[in-house]
C-alpha cells in the first residue's frame, strides 16, 4: 500500500507538471521508471558500499533517511567522524526499511541514525505504518549489535504547515522520546533548535520552510556531536555466531 502513495504522489506531480508546462518532464519519467525496477533503490548506493572500506573497529555511523538528511555534507560538518550517509530524497520509510540489510546492515557500522518520516507524512502514510517501519529497523539493528539513534522531525514554517501539520510532527516526536526510552536508543531532539516561540521554523533556518539553511544545518551539528558521544559511552553486548555474550572492548 505505502508503494501505490509513494507511486500516486509522483504521477500527480507529474500530471501538475504536464498541466502546467506541457509534456511529463524526464525526470519524473525517469522517477516512475525507477519506482518500477527498483522501488527501494537499492541501486544508489551499491558501488559506493561495494567500494566502503572495512570497518576494522572504527566507529562507524550509517545514517538513513529523506530528504533533510540528504542534504546534509555530513563529510564537512564532522570531518573527524566515520559517518556514512546512506540517505535519499523523497524516500518514504517503507524504502528504507527495503535498503536497510544492503546500505545498513552489510556496512557492518556500530550504530545507525534514521531519520525518516517526514516523507511519509508528505505521502499522507498512515502513522501506524510509519512506526512499524522505524520500530522493525531498529529491532534489526538491535539483534545485529548495533547502536540506534532516531532524528526528530524538523518544524516547518508557518506557510508550509498548511501542508504537513506541525501537530502530526510533534505527535511523531512524541512516540519517537516513548519507543527510545522503552525499546533503547537515542532520540536526537532537532526540532527544539529549530523552531521559533510560536513553534514554527524561522527564516533564517530554512530555504523553503521545511529543509535547512546551512545556518540550520549547523544549528544541529552540536547536540548531534553530543547524542553520538554518549551512544559510545553506552555498553553494548556483540553475540558471537554461537550466541555466547562477548562485551565489545
Known amino acids: 500500500m505505502q508503494n501505490v502513495f509513494v ?9 501538475v507538471s504536464f498541466a502546467q508546462q506541457g509534456p511529463a518532464p524526464a525526470e519524473c519519467e525517469s522517477q516512475l521508471k525507477q519506482l518500477r525496477t527498483d522501488y527501494a533503490n537499492l ?3 551499491h558501488d559506493a558500499n561495494a567500494q566502503l572500506p572495512p570497518t576494522k573497529g572504527d566507529k562507524r555511523v550509517v545514517f538513513l533517511g529523506d530528504t533533510t538528511l540528504a542534504a546534509w555534507d555530513l563529510a564537512k560538518y564532522f570531518p573527524e567522524e566515520k559517518f556514512v550517509n546512506r540517505a535519499i530524497e523523497g524516500q518514504t520509510t517503507a524504502q528504507m526499511l ?3 540489510h544492503d546500505d545498513v546492515l552489510q556496512l557492518q557500522p556500530r550504530a545507525v541514525f534514521l531519520g525518516g518520516g517526514m516523507a511519509d507524512l508528505e505521502a499522507g502514510i498512515s502513522f501506524g505504518q510509519t512506526q512499524d517501519n522505524l520500530a522493525v529497523m531498529m529491532q534489526l539493528a538491535k539483534v545485529n549489535n548495533i547502536r540506534v539513534l532516531i532524528g526528530s522531525l524538523l518544524p516547518v514554517s508557518r506557510e508550509a504547515d498548511k501542508r504537513i501539520s506541525s501537530d502530526r510532527i510533534r505527535e511523531f516526536d512524541r512516540w519517537a522520546i516513548a519507543y527510545t526510552k522503552e525499546h533503547g536508543g537515542a532520540y ?3 526540532w527544539s533548535l529549530l523552531c521559533d516561540e510560536k513553534m514554527f521554523m524561522p527564516p533564517q533556518f530554512s530555504t523553503d520552510g521545511m529543509h535547512p539553511s546551512e545556518a540550520g544545518y549547523k544549528a544541529l551539528v552540536p547536540v548531534l556531536k553530543r547524542k553520538v558521544d554518549e551512544v559510545w559511552a553506552q555498553p553494548l553486548g556483540r553475540a558471537t555466531v554461537k550466541g555466547e555474550y562477548r562485551p565489545e572492548p
Do not use: G, K, Q
Request: aromatic share 16%; with cysteine; proline share 0%.
Open 98 to 100: 527495503l535498503r536497510f
Open 43 to 45: 541501486a544508489r548506493f
Open 188 to 190: 536526537v531532539d532537532f
Open 7 to 15: 507511486l500516486l504522489s509522483i504521477v500527480l506531480l507529474c500530471a
